[in-house]
């Protein structure tokens, strides 16, 4: 073989032209041995998210606003939107007497109340009351509004596999004719409902799990979602969990207790309503100062329904 630099320089811009590129002199790689570290680990303080919310809630209505939020963004260079690679977070606020029209979209959605009582969601025609420590489901194509009858602002966090969505191109959305459904019923208990006493019932009850990430856990649903799994996770205090490290994107919102967690030599200190994120492969460790409980939400459903989910214990 003997060809010139220049016989290469005119094969490749042929390559160009044609809108291809030689498997041998990729401007980027196409395989690598290990997942790379894209997304950051990151830290939300919900401490810092209230106020903004309260000061959007006095200048963004619900009729400006399909959904007063604030997404987490990753603090990756050049991202604009996901918080882990498959999933987004954000908080979110509806105030007395309002209400958040109904629409349907494939991605599936799921909320945490953090504060606040009086407001309901409705997902399919089924109206449930959203209170603290509930966790709601809104499988993909859903339709679901929300809506606040009582006197508190409500402050909830969101879930989403939009991010998912984007990468597989299936996306559709809509809003719904009526504004809202027409045919609606009120239900206390419900398929998409985990409620707060529940999982803390549940939870007495789990068995302690030492080489887990959590020292109790129990998990909503088989999974909750296509895509997303959920666990409710307790941390006893004074005692480090065992750093982990997964193919599966994990995003924790704490919903009791304070303590840190370390994700991949990055340590975030957290209290009631933060949230945490330990993108794919990053070990993490969390210690609690006091007994304290995480919701943790993971792509595990759809890493493994591909065939690679992967976990392990890392030093
Ligand atoms: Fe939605």
Known sequence: MDGSADALSELYADFSGLHMEGGWHRVKPALWPA????????????????????????????????????????????????????????????????????????????????????????????????????????????????????????????????????????????PHPDGVEQDVVAVDHSPIAFRWEDSLKRLEDAPDTPEADAHQSIELGAPALKTISLHVQKLHAGRATRPRRTTANNIFAVMHGEGKTVVDGKTFQWRFGDTICAPAWRPYQHAASSDAILLKVSDAPTMAALGWLKQEASA
């Open 35 to 174: 997942p790379l570290e894209n997304f950051e680990p990151h830290h939300w303080r919900y401490a810092n998210v209230k106020p903004l919310l309260d000061r959007a809630g006095k200048l963004i209505g619900t009729d400006k606003a399909e959904r007063r939020n604030l997404t987490m963004t990753n603090p990756v260079a050049g991202n604009l939107y996901p918080t882990v690679r498959t999933i987004v977070a954000a908080y979110q606020m509806i105030k007395p007497g309002e209400v958040a029209r109904a629409h349907r979209h494939t991605p599936n959605a799921l909320r945490l109340i953090l504060e606040g009582h009086g407001t309901h969601t409705v997902v399919n025609g089924n109206r449930v009351e959203m209170r603290p420590g509930d966790v709601l489901l809104t499988p993909a194509w859903a339709w679901h509004s929300h809506d606040n009858v009582g006197e508190d602002d409500c402050y909830w966090m969101d879930f989403l596999d939009v991010p998912l969505v984007h990468l597989l191109e299936s996306m559709f959305y809509e």
